[in-house]
């Protein structure tokens, strides 16, 4: 059976873990940089961006997001990014929309697009209709793809909702992410069901939470889907957590596993041109 080449897309960083919870968390604008080339170098070819402030707290600010983005430009400038838009911390339009504002060479590939409201372990995250419709009406305006993040099976039908609207435009790029407690369980039935549910032409992509990172990014492969990967969602190799993982090695896992099965790796430029993005310009 012939498969696209695998993309990769390593979740670098996150707004929850971390040095306490793993010491290899990239944290400071040059940590994420250093760890987006290396995760590059293992066979990455999207990296999904999230900010800390000087106290190593979540932030919305364009201004570090900036800093990262140069320093990934200048260090991998083919590799493509995706920036987080989460409300999960910061709940107002114009702090999720911030970095959405980046201009020309800062501009990012991606933006996530969470499709609905569900609850985390201990939170609830709240994305409403009019802050999904803003977020991907700003995101369509400015040349950014939305990175559609769905945790449940009617997210998949709302995107469906969207596009008939002409909310949401080709090219599509979906994120599967099971296993997170109080959303979809991570079993081959609901990946199955998820991606039967998707819209025509997506390019999906697979995400497990925690223990389950390794088994839905497996399944994804043998599927021939796509895989995220990275600290954000596991922080360990292994499931009784004894082992600390890194982004770097998290990837170059994937990489021997798409191997043994005769899938081969993709570029950005392989990437782009599955996913169906335009050239950057590095302009507006």
Not at 106 to 122: R, V
Not at 143 to 157: C, Q
Not at 199 to 219: C, D, H, L, Y
Request: hydrophobic fraction near 45%.
């Amino acid at each position: 059976m012939q498969f696209d080449k695998l993309i990769i897309n390593a979740a670098l960083t996150g707004m929850v873990p971390t040095k306490q919870d793993n010491p290899n968390v990239p944290v400071t604008p040059a940590e994420i940089v250093a760890d987006a080339r290396r995760c590059r170098e293992a066979g990455a070819s999207i990296v999904h961006i999230h900010a800390r402030d000087e106290h190593g707290q979540p932030t919305y600010r364009k201004e570090i997001f900036a800093e990262i983005i140069a320093g990934i430009r200048q260090s991998c400038p083919e590799l493509l990014i995706s920036v987080t838009t989460s409300g999960r911390v910061h709940r107002e339009f114009a702090q999720r929309a911030d970095v959405l504002t980046l201009e020309g060479a800062l501009k990012p590939d991606f933006a996530s697009l969470t499709l609905g409201s569900m609850n985390f372990p201990n939170q609830a995250s709240v994305n409403a209709p009019e802050t999904i419709r803003d977020l991907a009406t700003t995101m369509n305006h400015r040349g950014i793809v939305p990175e559609l993040e769905l945790f449940e099976l009617g997210m998949a039908d709302y995107a469906k909702y969207l596009i008939d609207r002409g909310v949401l435009k080709p090219p599509l790029y979906a994120n599967i992410l099971l296993g997170s407690r109080g959303t979809l369980a991570a079993t081959p039935q609901n990946l199955v069901m998820m991606v039967n549910a998707l819209p025509e032409k997506t390019t999906w992509s697979a995400a497990g939470i925690g223990r389950a990172q390794f088994f839905v990014n497996s399944m994804a492969i043998a599927m021939g889907g796509h895989v995220r990967v990275g600290l954000e969602d596991n922080l360990w190799y292994d499931d009784v957590r004894t082992q600390p993982a890194t982004n770097a090695g998290l990837v170059e896992r994937l990489v021997k596993l798409a191997q043994c099965i005769g899938r081969k790796i993709a570029s950005p430029a392989d990437a782009r041109a599955i996913i169906g993005l335009a050239a950057r310009s590095g302009s507006t």
